[in-house]
């Protein structure tokens, strides 16, 4: 009787200490997220506050790690490398975010991904629809830019306006939308409908109408596909429903997506040659404006290495008078991440997005994020940034409920 009694407040005293350690998450993603969300925004704040907003967060992780976590010598070996792998990145290129980010992937463990979805959505609707809202009455500042020879369905030389609606530039407005579609109908996953697909394929049409950002577009337009051909096989009871396991054949392929989009990144970057190159790889660099050829520039000022480069960027955001023969940034986000931070750390981003997908090997509609998030990172920057793309938290977050993080689905 006594053993038993014991056992079971050894279990509730487990349980609770898990749910304080979630809940110390929740709050820190909560104040992480809309800190960092504020930071893509024009919106005229006392900055200094809001960074030690981003600093309490992060202290509230590392106190749920370290006093409500267990961990066995192969989770200490792995904290233990991701924090040596952020003090590193630090030093060799002043990068503190790749280290918060580290800490906010590992202290995920134990706490419920849905949860963490939740506290995520509620963050950016709330940050991202009242920037919106103050643009459209003209509370915040609506960054216009024009554009001309710009590749659409009209007049290749029609004069265009590319809205930015608060935020810092216009494709990153649309890549909130697409993290915020993401989001929505991932958690929707259980009773999404088709009507479902199609009014996020109206919203796709309105962010790219405001934004004109192709290929984020492309990317939402083809996650709504996506889950269409998920609805529809399901209706059919198809044999590949549900069966991402790694003896399936091809869909074993899938949850490799993010790997073979980083190497063909880094492969079309490097052979491209503006001097040498004609016909399809130039209307490649064309659709992609020129993200290729500065994609080339910065593989031959910074070779890749461990922990990263200092680069400084002349972007485009924040403001619409720019010199534009001074323009170096890059877009695509295996080479932003490899070469502003090095490779070990976009290694860990690409195990990552694989572990995540084989632990929910039987969620296709996780598969097709990943899926999405890959493509867009060819042509995006914003994969290791939380306050656009939280999906690959789900590397170590509980399968459902709280659970350990080497839970199998």
């Known amino acids: 009787m006594d053993i038993t009694a014991g ?31 504020l930071q893509t925004t024009m919106w005229e704040l006392p900055w200094q506050p809001l960074v030690l907003i981003r600093y309490v967060a992060v202290l509230l992780v590392a106190v749920k790690i370290l006093f409500y976590d267990d961990h066995s010598i192969m989770d200490i070996l792995l904290l233990g490398g991701f924090i040596i792998t952020g003090v590193m990145i630090k030093r060799a290129s002043n990068e503190m975010l790749p280290l918060f980010y580290l800490l906010f992937l590992y202290g995920a463990r134990k706490v419920d991904f849905n949860k963490i979805l939740k506290i995520w959505l509620i963050c950016s609707v709330t940050v991202v629809g009242l920037t919106i809202i103050g643009a459209y009455g003209e509370t915040v500042i609506d960054l216009a830019y024009k554009s001309t020879g710009y590749l659409r369905i009209s007049n290749e030389d029609e004069e265009i306006v590319r809205h930015s609606m608060g935020i810092i530039f216009p494709t990153d407005f649309s890549a909130h939308l697409f993290g915020i579609m993401m989001v929505s109908m991932y958690l929707l996953k259980d009773r999404i409908r088709i009507w479902h697909c199609i009014l996020a394929l109206i919203f796709t049409y309105w962010v790219y109408h405001i934004s004109y950002a192709r290929n984020n577009a492309i990317c939402m337009g083809l996650l709504c596909l996506g889950y269409i051909g998920i609805i529809v096989c399901r209706f059919f009871r ?109 290694f860990i981003i690409l195990a990552s997005s694989v572990a995540a997908c084989y632990r929910r090997r039987r969620d296709p509609f996780f598969i097709l994020s990943i899926m999405a998030i890959s493509l867009f990172g060819i042509a995006e920057h914003h994969i290791d940034a939380l306050e656009y793309m939280p999906m690959l938290l789900g590397t170590f977050a509980a399968v459902g409920g709280t659970a350990s993080s080497l839970e199998r689905p």
């Open 7 to 37: 056992k079971t407040t050894s279990r509730l005293q487990t349980f609770i200490r898990e749910m304080t350690g979630e809940r110390l998450y929740l709050a820190a993603l909560l104040l992480y997220i809309t800190e960092q969300s």
């Open 238 to 346: 198809s044999p590949l429903d549900g069966k991402y396991a790694p003896d399936r054949g091809v869909p074993t392929l899938f949850l490799f997506a993010m790997p073979i989009c980083a190497l063909m990144s880094f492969v079309m970057n490097y052979r491209f040659d503006e001097k040498k190159e004609s016909g399809l790889w130039t209307l490649l660099n064309k659709w992609m404006n020129s993200r290729l050829v500065l994609g080339r520039k910065g593989l031959d000022l910074y070779p890749p290495n461990l922990f990263g480069h200092y680069i400084e960027m002349q972007g485009a955001g924040f403001s619409t008078r720019n010199d534009w023969s001074k323009y170096f940034f890059l877009d695509c986000s295996y080479l932003y991440t490899g070469l502003r931070t090095g490779m070990v750390f976009l």
